[in-house]
């Protein structure tokens, strides 16, 4: 191989097309280059967050010196007038969200299981497929669904026998015109329906069928091994789950819109039309002329971030246990361990 | 006593089953009605006008959403062309590069922004961009959609860099490449399938979006081609004809809304055959 | 007796059957490493000769494969890694603040435990990336090398007629024998193997052996192994680690028949590890 005893000079180097090759300056400098390209993509969102966060504040102060803390309580919201209370918005989005949240929830976990543990084999492939192709339909298209066939069937089957039988409820007073808290919350209850089924598929999943088995070998009935063996180990991320529906139910801005009334109204009745924080942006941002108008809905974007942003930081503190967000102190105790042996 | 006890634990056992079983019905029933509805009432109103010509006054016979279509397809090209570079390039960090805090720093402001409801994004580049410039623009979308777009394909790389073994990148290491070169030809290579299906996925879900173009997009009757110029979409323009009291212009929304589920549904289903190639 | 010995370095005496005047490849001084504040390597020193074989044995944990990512800097790759001590690789050291790395690793390759063949790449492009990457088009140079480097392997005979097939589909020890030929195709002055035979079957290991006594001729060697026969069968030089301390170091013939250490002869004749 024509080596040289003591390569340590790198007498040959210069022959060596590969020694040149490395030994060239570029290289290094093209490296550096790369280096700096990853160090500012991966800058630039942090950047932005900070950037937004200075945005959203700075232009939501006039409303907040005008009201202060009384923007949060007040219900009067009338651009013409000039007055801003964001209290029907927080209202309708927790009422909404919530509502829809409670349905979502049950109705996903019973589906979940059903999918998992209690329905024939042949029939859980196409239906989680079909699940999967549902939660690819964008936002706009629910609306639009909800709006011509949701509430004429609401209008026509569901509010008539609500009224006949629970009638007495304040939930089922008053006069219903289609758009209206119930629709809005149905169509985001569908909506975040998808991802909550799925996500706890793979957690019922990702239990080791070893404890369900030893419930069962005790004798248990199928459920009995499930609430057992199952159910417990996955307490903290059904959490999780929900929350992550939450999160995404306060931000959904276009179905709702669509179909939840847009009437700056606090009202018990489901029946009677609502508004939320993001679908009052949808309606009036494009269309606010007065600097008071503009500075309330920042300060409502405001408020619409940080209540998604407190939600998502929870569903992760749920789902990924109390350190969110830190997968490579996992790898990396991994890695050390392998490097050791 | 024994015996009632055991009956009351069957009983139970299969009203649970019940009660799952029904609240199965209760979802993929309005699932396939959304799908059959959709498909008979968007096929029954499309037709070759739809996607070739532009949108008539109306009352007017005829007209199309051909300029929609184009318009998303434009808008998902630039934030393809934004987004990705960027998106890969922070995930190889998250991988990779700095250390841990500010990789921590990085990850976590992904998922903030994942978080962010899509109304607020177009907010804020309505603030960004719109305003100082004048007026709306496709280059003021393209980045709004970027911003949603970026932190899904920053989790895909990082998720699909991660399963490759870590004895690969120091194999390649050891050989003495530069680590920029086995960044790009080694990791990202044996990753790309994870990486490209995920930028799909993201193209998918940034085809859909609506809120962030009512303040960004705008919408456009007309053939656009400048980037400083308001432009049309598909979620923006069946928005606009859902809310609208004229029948035509239902039916020309539910069309649209095929026309956009089938891009959409095409988007999954190359993901899908792509995963499948790997297995 | 001379105190020139490579074991003896400082506190051992020599050994008077080796060849004490050899060239080094490395010569190590006062090597300390940390995983965070946990310390994994007390103080080694050592000499490596040039062209010889060196088996670090030891049982696991003991921090072999520490040091044998020492010697090209590969551990800088972990988080939380320090290092303290010298390392010098003909004579140079390697981690001066002016030293790259890259330039380092290049020099020193390494065959890992697990065979990491590229999968997205042929044989012939997981022979050749160290130079393709490194800029290299010259077609009949590589054409030169990519043979060159599988004879040496051993495995040229087995791959000729399909160089265009993924590494991949190869056998478990011809997977290994490629990434010792994708090692040696960049010509490096030594070649580390931490553990290269352990995850393979009992004639893909003797092939693999075979083919580390071969590379002698032409390479430094340093083999980690857990396997005290293939150490004795291949290797001119054993040094035994226990606990991150380099307990004993000597000719193999010597270390496996007349150890010093009653913590080798233990680990040696099996009483621990």
Redesign the interface.
């Known amino acids: ?1 024509g ?1 040289m ?4 000079q790198h007498n040959t180097a210069n022959n ?3 020694e040149r ?4 300056r570029g ?2 400098f ?2 550096n280059i ?2 700096l ?3 500012c ?6 950047t ?2 900070v ?2 966060a200075y ?2 504040t700075t ?1 939501c102060m006039p409303t907040v010196s005008k009201f202060g803390i009384s923007f949060l309580f007040n219900h009067d919201w009338n651009p013409v007038s000039g007055h801003f209370g964001a209290l029907p918005f927080l209202y309708g989005t927790a009422m909404s969200s919530g509502l829809s949240l409670l349905i979502a929830s ?6 979940a ?3 998992t ?3 024939p084999r042949w029939i859980q492939k196409p ?1 989680i497929i ?5 939660s ?10 909800a ?3 949701l509430i004429p069937w609401l209008q026509k089957y569901v509010v008539p026998f609500l009224k006949d039988h629970l009638g007495f409820l304040p939930f089922f007073q008053g006069n219903f015109y289609g758009v209206s808290m119930l629709s809005g919350s149905l169509v985001v209850a ?1 909506m975040i ?2 991802i909550m ?1 799925s996500v706890t598929i793979e957690m019922i999943k990702s239990v080791p069928s070893i404890y369900k088995e030893a419930v069962f070998a005790l004798g248990s ?4 091994s499930i609430r057992i063996g199952v159910l417990p180990f996955i307490k903290k991320g059904l959490l999780g789950v929900a929350i992550l529906g939450l ?1 995404r139910a ?5 179905a709702v819109t ?1 179909v939840i009334g847009n009437k700056p109204e606090i009202s018990l009745s489901l029946l009677s039309p609502a508004y939320t924080l ?1 679908s009052v ?2 309606n009036e ?2 269309e606010s002329t007065s600097e008071l108008h503009i500075s309330a ?2 300060e409502i ?1 405001l408020l ?2 940080a209540i ?2 407190v ?2 930081l929870l569903a ?1 503190l749920f789902i990924h246990g109390l350190e969110p ?5 996992l ?2 105790k991994e ?2 361990k ?4 | 006593m024994r015996v009632a006890f055991y009956r009351f ?2 009983l ?2 299969i009203l ?2 019940l ?6 019905f ?3 029933l ?6 059959v ?2 498909i008979v009432a968007g096929a029954s109103s499309i037709n070759f006008d739809f996607i070739t010509q532009l949108p008539k006054p109306i009352g007017e016979k005829g007209g199309g959403m051909a300029n929609s279509i184009v318009g998303t397809l434009i808008l998902m090209g630039l934030t393809f062309l934004i987004g990705t ?2 998106g890969i ?2 995930g ?3 991988y990779e ?2 250390n ?1 805090k ?19 994004i177009g ?2 580049v ?3 961009i719109v305003s100082p410039m004048h007026g709306f623009s496709v280059m003021a979308a393209s980045i709004a959609l970027s ?1 949603i777009f ?2 899904l394909v ?1 989790r895909t790389t990082e998720e699909s860099l ?1 399963l490759v073994p ?1 004895e690969l990148r120091d194999a390649a290491l050891a050989l ?1 490449i ?3 070169k086995v ?1 790009c030809y080694v990791l990202i290579e044996t990753a790309k399938q994870g990486i490209l299906s995920g930028i799909l996925v993201a193209l ?2 940034i ?5 962030p173009l ?2 960004t997009a ?1 919408g456009n009757q007309y053939w656009t081609y400048r980037l400083d110029e308001p432009i049309s979409a598909l ?1 923006l323009q ?2 606009e004809y ?2 609208s009291p004229y029948e035509q212009w ?1 039916r020309d ?2 069309a649209g ?1 095929l026309v ?2 089938l891009l ?2 095409l988007l ?1 289903l190359s993901v899908r055959i792509l995963l499948k190639k790997k297995s | 007796m001379t105190n020139k010995s490579p074991f003896s370095y400082p506190s051992h005496p020599s050994n008077p059957d080796s060849n004490p005047t050899g ?1 080094f490849a490395f010569e190590i001084r006062d090597l300390n490493v940390w ?2 504040t946990k310390q ?1 390597l007390f103080n080694i020193s050592m000499n490596i000769f ?1 062209q010889q074989i060196l088996a670090i044995i030891g049982p ?2 003991c ?1 072999k ?2 040091f044998l ?1 020492c010697l090209n800097r590969m ?1 800088e790759l ?4 320090r290092v303290e001590g010298s390392v010098k ?4 050291e390697i981690y001066a603040a002016d030293v ?1 790395p ?2 380092i690793r ?1 020099r020193v390759g390494m065959v890992f435990q697990k065979s990491t063949p590229f999968p997205t790449m042929s044989i012939e492009e997981n022979v050749l990336i160290g ?1 393709k990457l ?3 088009r ?1 077609r009949s ?1 590589l054409e030169e090398r990519l043979e ?1 480097s599988l004879r040496m392997a051993a495995l040229w005979d087995e791959v000729k007629d399909r160089l265009e097939a993924p590494g991949t589909s190869l056998s478990g020890g011809q997977q290994q024998r490629l990434c010792i030929a994708r090692a040696i195709a ?2 490096p ?1 030594v070649l580390l193997m931490d553990e290269p035979c352990s995850a393979l079957d009992p004639i893909a290991t003797a092939q693999i052996e075979e083919l580390i006594v071969s590379l002698k001729k ?1 390479y430094t060697i340093v083999l980690v192994t857990h396997n005290l026969q293939e150490a004795g069968k291949t290797s001119d030089y054993t040094a035994f680690f226990l606990g991150g301390k380099l307990i004993e170091m000597d000719s193999t013939k010597k270390l496996f028949t007349n150890p010093r250490h009653k913590f080798t002869e233990d680990y040696i004749t099996g009483r621990f590890g």
């Open positions: 191989m080596r005893l003591f390569s340590s060596d097309p590969f090759a490395l030994a060239n290289q290094k093209k490296e790369f280096t390209l990853v160090y993509c991966a800058f630039t969102l942090p932005l967050l950037f937004a945005e959203l232009k049950f109705l996903g976990l019973g589906t299981l059903f999918l543990e209690f329905s239906l079909l699940i999967q192709i549902i690819a339909i964008p936002s706009v298209v629910w609306g639009l669904w709006l011509f066939e569908i329906l998808p089924i009935t199928h459920w009995e999160g306060i931000g959904e801005a276009m669509m993001s942006l949808a941002f494009a809905l920042y974007a619409l971030g998604t942003i939600v998502n992760q967000l830190d997968f490579t102190k790898f990396g890695n050390q392998k490097n050791l042996s | 634990r069957k139970e056992n649970v089953q009660l799952c079983a029904f609240a199965s209760f979802v993929i309005p699932f396939v009605l959304i799908l509805y959709l570079p960027i390039l922070s190889v960090f998250v590069y700095g841990e500010l990789r921590k720093i990085v990850r976590f402001s992904a998922d903030l922004l994942n978080g962010t409801p899509s109304i607020v907010i804020l309505y603030g960004w911003l970026i932190p920053l991660l870590k003495g530069r680590k920029w960044v998918a879900r085809a859909g979006e609506t809120a009512l303040f705008f979620p069946i928005f859902a809310i239902h929304a539910w809304a956009l589920l959409i549904f999954h | 060239p995983f965070g994994s040039y696991s944990g921090g494969s520490t990512r551990h972990s988080p939380g890694v690789l003909m004579g140079k790259d890259t330039l290049r130079l490194a800029g290299i010259n140079f060159q960049v010509q002055e032409n």
